[in-house]
Nanobody, 115 residues
Framework: QVKLVESGGGLVQPGGSLRLSCAAS????????MAWHRQAPGKERQLSAA???????TYADSVKGRFTISRDNAKNTVYLQMNSLKPEDTAVYYC?????????WGRGTQVTVSS
């Protein structure tokens, strides 16, 4: 069983930055894919960024060039550095990992971009 705990969300002004963290705990050795998804009010949950064990990354077009995903394999932690935030980035951000063929979700952290 893998437990995921996100942190780092909050209220930020447009143009500002936030860094999200997601730490995985449990009896785990190596996590395959780690990713961040987001769900805005009234919309479906969508992938924002993902990173493989080897460091390969993929980004949604809406965040490309502004968000950077990274991971610390020793700490089983994934990060999302979010810069140049826009009001449309407002959402609950969820961490998701693939471990031994199963997906696990965190409970989410709220990010609100507003002046």
């Amino acid at each position: 069983q893998v437990k995921l705990v996100e942190s780092g969300g909050g209220l930020v002004q447009p143009g500002g930055s936030l860094r999200l963290s997601c730490a995985a705990s449990g009896t785990i050795d190596s996590i395959n894919l780690m990713a961040w998804h987001r769900q805005a009010p009234g919309k479906e949950r969508q992938l924002s960024a993902a990173i493989t064990t080897g460091g390969g990354t993929t980004y949604a077009d809406s965040v490309k060039g502004r968000f950077t995903i990274s991971r610390d394999n020793a700490k089983n932690t994934v990060y999302l550095q979010m810069n140049s935030l826009k009001p449309e980035d407002t959402a609950v951000y969820y961490c998701r990992v693939l471990y031994r063929g199963a997906y696990y979700w965190g409970r989410g952290t709220q990010v609100t971009v507003s002046s």
